[in-house]
């Protein structure tokens, strides 16, 4: 992501930064990963937006439900924040992993001092 940092605003890349933790502290969290067990993250930037796809083994079959625990708490919020923040995201398993793919829309103005994208 430190690619980006010269061509995205800096709250897309807060919200992107904060978007990919809360994907991977769910898997290390809820996926039961063993030591071994790797967790793929790959980030695609376009002109109109930011991809990001997170992909894990999952062997405890994580509720992708969108409520947390308590609104007032720190951590719990299980996928409400992603919803929030990501223009639109997708969480689907196949073959005993876990693929959950977000996009951030970039407004015209951030497209332009991107240059080619």
Known sequence: MAELRAAVPEETLNDLSLL????VTNAVKYAGLSNDEMIQVDVNSY???????????DHN???PSLSGEDPGET???RLLLIDRLADHWR???TDGDVEVWLQIGLSP????SRGPG
């Not at 990919?20 to 994907?23: K, L, P, S, W």
């Not at 002109?47 to 083994?57: A, G, L, Q």
């Not at 103005?109 to 332009?112: F, G, L």
């Open 61 to 63: 079959e994580f509720d």
């Open 91 to 93: 969480m689907v398993r």
């Open 47 to 57: 002109p109109n937006r930011i991809e990001v796809k997170v992909r894990y083994p």
């Open 20 to 23: 990919c933790t809360e994907v």
């Open 75 to 77: 951590s719990g919020w």
């Open 109 to 112: 103005t951030d497209s332009e």
